[in-house]
C-alpha cells in the first residue's frame, strides 16, 4: 500500500513538474513599446542652464512606418508666464527636418522606420539668463505625433504630455564674504 501512495505522489509531482516547466519555458509576452517616449537630461535647471529634450519615436506596427512627424510646445500653462524666459537652441539626430524657433519645433524622422526601430532626436534649449524662475515655475512641453504605416493606407496620432517637466529653480544667492 505504500508503494502505490508513493507512485501516485510520484506521478502527481512529475506532472506537477511538467506542467511548471511547460509554463516557464512559454515566452513572456511583452507589452508593446509606446511610440513616443521624451526625456529629458536634467529635471532642474537655473537661467543661464542647457537643457536637452530627447524625443524617441518607436515604431509599435508590424509593417514600416512610411512618415513620420512630431512637434513640440509648450503647455497653455508655460506659455502664459511671460517672465519664463527660453528659447530652443538646436536639434541633431536621426531626422530630415528639424524646425526650431523660439520655444516650439516640427520634426520629421528618417523612414522608413522598421517594425520595433527607433528613431531619436535632441532638441537643446537655454534658459534665458534673466527668466523669472522660482519654486511654482515650470517648463512644460508636450508633444504631438503623427505617422503612417502599412504602406500609408493606416495611421495613428495623438497629443503626448512629456513625463518630465523641468523645474527652474531660482540660483542660490552668493554667499556673504567676511
Known sequence: MRSQRFRRLGLSA????AAGLTCMAQPASAAPAAPMTVTVDKATAKPGDTV?????FTNDQTTNTQFVYQSIQPTWNTSQDPALKY???SC????VQCDVANQSGTLRYHVPVLPGATRTAKLTYQ???DSACGPSRKIELYSYLYYEYQG???KKDGVFQTSTDIACATPAPAAAHK
Open 92 to 95: 541633431t539626430g536621426d531626422t
Open 127 to 129: 534658459i534665458a539668463p
Open 52 to 56: 536637452t529634450v530627447t524625443l524617441t
Open 14 to 17: 512529475t506532472l506537477a513538474l
Open 152 to 154: 500609408g493606407q493606416a
Open 87 to 89: 528659447a530652443f537652441k
